[in-house]
């Protein structure tokens, strides 16, 4: 089966910086996605990775290791703002996307 | 632009009573999804559509059933709602369906059905 794993919740501090976990296990991959989510509201893109390595936009960083079928979401500076919902997903074989359950990020002042 | 609009933004409806979803983008995009997103469970995919006149299942369609007329707009209908279909519901549009193409999601229909 395809399974996505990411931790259910992490809590930070303002001004700090965390790093969100995900692991995969698809058929085929074609692409990782990071989504963040505010509660009540839609997802919206925040990154994406197909070759190995790290990917950075401004606060946000991500990274991806295939042949460990890890990627990780840095986010540095916290802002309270940043307290959401953390969506990892992985595109398959047939170019569907798998996703995670996602990660609670609980920003403390 | 609008994006994509999802109407309504929330129902409470009757077990055994049907319902249409609707979905509209205005970027012209050619790829439609619709989702379900329950708590402690990742974004599930239902239905799909990677061009007008096309669609396709998802992982799980059981319940529903979709249509794409035109390129703008893709309505989710259930046929006799049951209380396993209280959840959220987003409808989503990409470019195409390629590694690369990014989905954006509507804002979501809160269903409830008793």
């Known amino acids: 089966g395809q399974n996505i794993d990411q931790p259910t919740e992490m809590t930070a501090t303002e001004g700090a910086i965390v790093q969100i976990n995900c692991t995969y296990q698809?058929?085929?991959?074609?692409?990782l996605f990071w989504y963040q989510q505010h509660a009540g509201e839609a997802p919206t893109f925040l990154s994406y990775?197909?070759l190995d390595g790290l990917e950075e936009k401004g606060r946000f960083s991500s990274f991806l290791s295939r042949s460990k079928g890890y990627s990780y979401l840095l986010l540095k500076e916290l802002q309270m703002k940043d307290s959401a919902s953390y969506l990892c997903?992985?595109?398959?074989?047939?170019?569907?996307?798998?996703w995670g359950a996602g990660t609670k990020l609980i920003i403390k002042p | 632009t609008a994006g994509i609009t999802q109407a309504p933004t929330s129902q409470i409806l009757a077990a055994g009573r049907s319902m249409t979803l609707r979905c509209t983008q205005d970027?012209?995009?050619?790829?439609m999804y619709w989702y379900r997103q329950d708590l402690g469970l990742g974004l599930r995919l239902i239905h799909y559509?990677?061009?007008?006149?096309?669609?396709g299942k998802g992982e799980v369609p059981d319940g529903y059933s979709v249509s794409r007329a035109n390129t703008d707009d893709f309505p989710l209908t259930l046929a006799s709602a049951v209380p396993s279909q209280t959840s959220v519901y987003f409808c989503?549009?990409?470019?195409?369906?390629?590694?690369?193409?990014?989905?954006?999601f509507g804002p979501g229909t809160r269903l409830t059905v008793l």
């Open positions: 989503a549009s990409s470019e195409g369906q390629g590694s690369t193409d990014t989905q954006y």
């Open positions: 970027m012209r995009h050619n790829a």
């Open positions: 559509s990677n061009t007008a006149g096309t669609t």
């Open positions: 698809t058929s085929g991959f074609n692409g």
């Open positions: 990775n197909v």
């Open positions: 997903a992985v595109k398959d074989s047939n170019y569907q996307l798998i």
